[in-house]
């Protein structure tokens, strides 16, 4: 077998290389992307048994500790207002492990170590957060010599409308243009609904005219961001987080204090882990993606600029045209002609660099032209450019349409700012394997009455609920009738929720109210607020209380991501080395790797393990589990369940208990018949499925074709009818060409790309 350049590379991994890349002095990259901050280092000596007096974080030394005088101050207020919160909310809670914890916080010596505390769903940290903000806030109003010592706080929540609560709770008695928490947000349902938004004329998001609406000078979103720079807290969402993080944190990590000076702020509070391995995929959809971006802002704004008309062009010219030859030139020759790798490493060549020249041309007047252009799809883009063309490595996948991965090491120290992160699943959570300056808090949890979990889970094969045996016409119906089964031998005041796909939420919800009867089908509980009956579903849950009434649970499917994300995210877990000695090694083994042989890596089967293990505890946490005055039985019911995921959440549920279900339901065969579904075998649909997944694109005849699915002609005409074969070939970008005996099928340009 040989290499990407003819040559023989043996086991190599890598696909592509480079040398050192300098660039033209005609052509400079422009820095836009704030690099991570270091660990911050702290040699100072501070004597806090002494220290009465506020001190001023200097921004040339860093963090400086409080004085005693403050940690006890602080600590007695918190914990006031948390006894307070709990005998108004009548729940009991562990005080003393939360005033442990918040001494530990605040007496902190240095910001060289994340903390990252791990109190399980229900033990109280939200109700702990407000009380340490809110105690924050009062010694910084009473005492304004103590705003100095303690600068402020950056908050990043999951929800916005937690934001807008939270921000609701700590302005209380603020003016309005002197507001103690800004929640940096653009134009959302729930900002609107606090008349955060001016123009009635505006509902949703993209309608947003931003600096063009005629309400603009008294628009308080747009003046956010200005507010933010001397408001003692700033909260934002994860995912403006990760934004802001490529783009640059110092505006949110630095307060400009009363001195007239920028200070960094002394804490960063994550209510949930966040992503902190930073990967940024670029596809065929992510360029198209800009491209549309481009359309939309020039109609929206009205430009006739030549230049900016034609920046699609360009984007054509020098983005897309440069992804398409590496995807056509990252296969390997061999005596059967090229055939693609579906994972490697990338470096670009010298002479691709010198031929692209054109790129630092567009990239550089975007650029230039600010934020005014840069979509995120666009920012993405030149994101992963620039690190290819300054001599980087990506990882490249070819599982799910050909993309490249720019991978940056996870990163959980941010400035001059001590990281504090709540993630009930810390420990069992892969992603902090390679992260270093981290102190987890796992030996010491919050005081709770153990619940007593009974899993029961149903091994029989039909019961497979991945996204892919979801398809099959007979699977809805078996699980609404078991769901229906498990519903109905509940007791009358139970309730279940019942968690699926998103894709599936609303037709499960439909065909669960069809089969069951009204009296059963009350006690699922539903999302809110929707204008159709919808299931709870994966990620859109998460840090949600809605559900704490339900004492059953039933995942109906599991939270697994694709095959190029786990890869992505085992390489930013154990390191691309790992990943790379594991290909090499599969690769001695076989001549042709599929994608199934990447789903049995170790790295991927390790990293999914414990990601699913983490899911299905979160999940299994919206229940009544998450609340105190809880002390019932917790039931857990499991279809087919990942072999390894379920042996470490039963690791984390010490206690709980298992009922099996092996048998085959009684009316499976009638269902598969009914369905006409597979008898054993794939039905013709899943086979055509299986070549579409693993197609590279090259033209193959119809008649070919069918010969090598083993479809008869008779059974091909009614494929071709069916709405669901016609999805299916539009996904992986099929172009039928020619007519009758000579039709080939050929793969769109989009999708070749």
């Known amino acids: 077998m040989a290499s990407f350049n003819n040559q023989n590379s043996g086991l190599q991994f890598m696909t592509a290389m480079a040398s050192n890349f300098n660039v033209a ?27 009465l007096h506020p001190v001023c974080p200097d921004p040339d030394v860093g963090y400086q500790p409080l004085s005693d005088y403050l940690v006890a101050k602080l600590l007695r207020r918190t914990m006031q207002y948390f006894k307070n919160f709990c005998a108004a909310r009548q729940v009991e809670l562990d005080t003393k492990y939360w005033k442990r914890y918040t001494r530990r916080i605040l007496e902190t ?108 000078g008294k628009c308080p979103i747009l003046h956010f961001s200005e507010d933010a720079k001397t408001a003692p807290i700033v909260g934002m969402t994860q995912e403006r987080f990760c934004q802001l993080r490529e783009q640059g944190l110092d505006s949110v990590l630095y307060r400009q204090c009363p001195d007239g000076q920028e200070h960094p702020r002394r804490y960063i509070l994550f209510d949930e882990k966040f992503q902190m391995a930073s990967v940024t995929a670029v596809n065929a959809d992510t360029i198209n993606d800009a491209s549309k971006a481009f359309s939309a802002l020039i109609q929206k704004l009205d430009l006739t600029d030549q230049r900016v008309c034609g920046l699609q062009q360009r984007l054509d010219r020098t983005v897309r045209r440069l992804f398409q030859q590496l995807r056509y030139d990252l296969r390997l020759d061999t005596e059967e002609g090229k055939k693609d790798i579906l994972v490697g490493v990338l470096t670009l060549t010298e002479d691709m660099k010198k031929e692209y020249a054109d790129y630092f041309r567009f990239r550089n007047f975007m650029v230039q032209s600010g934020k005014r252009y840069l979509n995120r799809s666009l920012s993405d883009i030149l994101l992963v450019l620039d690190h290819l063309f300054q001599g980087g490595q990506c990882l490249f996948t070819k599982t799910e349409g050909f993309t490249i991965h720019y991978i940056q090491p996870p990163q959980i120290l941010f400035g001059n700012s001590l990281s504090i992160i709540f993630d009930a699943t810390a420990q069992v959570d892969e992603d902090y394997q390679s992260v270093k300056h981290l102190s987890i808090f796992l030996n010491d949890e919050p005081k709770r009455t153990e619940r007593k979990v009974v899993f029961t889970c149903y091994n029989h094969e039909s019961f497979n609920v991945t996204k892919t045996a979801m398809n099959l016409g007979w699977k809805l119906p078996l699980l609404v009738r078991k769901i229906s089964q498990i519903v109905s031998s509940s007791k009358e005041n139970d ?50 209380n809605a559900f704490n009434k339900a004492t059953h649970v039933i995942l109906v499917g599991y939270p697994r991501l694709p095959l190029s994300t786990y890869l992505a995210l085992a390489c930013a877990a154990y390191g691309m080395s790992a990943i790379e000695t594991e290909f090499e090694m599969c690769l001695s083994q076989k001549d042709k790797i599929t994608q199934n042989d990447l789903w049995q890596l170790p790295s991927v089967q390790m990293y999914m393990a414990h990601h699913l293990a983490a899911r299905m505890e979160q999940d299994i946490y919206r229940c009544a589990q998450r609340r105190p005055d809880f002390n019932g039985e917790i039931h857990v019911h499991l279809f087919l369940p990942p072999r390894d995921a379920y042996r470490l959440l039963k690791e984390r549920l010490p206690g709980a208990t298992q009922i099996d279900e092996d048998e085959e339901p009684a009316n499976l065969l009638q269902l598969k018949r009914s369905f006409r579904s597979y008898q054993g075998n794939k039905t013709s649909y899943g086979r055509l499925e299986s070549f579409l997944s693993e197609w590279d694109g090259e033209e193959i005849s119809v008649t070919q074709l069918r010969e090598q699915l083993g479809i008869s002609v008779a059974v091909w005409k009614d494929l071709m009818k069916d709405s669901d074969v016609k999805a299916l070939m539009k996904k992986h970008g099929v172009v039928p060409v020619g007519r009758a005996a000579n039709r080939k099928w050929t793969q769109s340009r989009d999708l070749c790309a």
């Open 25 to 51: 002095g005609d052509l400079p990259i422009e820095d836009v992307h704030n690099p991570s901050n270091d660990a911050v280092q702290n040699d100072f000596n501070a004597d806090t048994s002494a220290t």
């Open 109 to 216: 010596q240095s910001p060289d170590k994340a903390l990252v505390i791990s109190s399980p769903a229900g033990s109280g940290k939200s109700t702990w957060m407000q009380s340490f903000l809110l105690a924050l806030r009062d010694v910084m109003k009473e005492q304004p010599e103590f705003d100095l010592s303690l600068v402020g706080v950056v908050v990043v929540l999951q929800k916005v409308e937690d934001l807008n609560e939270l921000a609701d709770l700590l302005n209380q008695d603020c003016a309005e243009d002197h507001p103690v928490m800004v929640s940096l947000q653009g134009w959302t349902d729930s900002g609107s609904r606090r008349g955060l938004c001016r123009n009635p004329s505006v509902d949703n998001y993209e309608a947003c005219l931003r600096q063009q609406c005629p309400y603009a």
């Open 495 to 544: 309730k279940f929720f019942v968690c699926t796909y998103k894709d599936y939420s609303v037709v499960l919800a439909k065909e669960l109210k069809t089969y069951m009867s009204p009296n059963d089908y009350k006690k699922i509980l539903l999302m809110a607020d929707r204008e159709e009956d919808t299931l709870p579903y994966f990620n859109g849950v998460n840090g949600s």
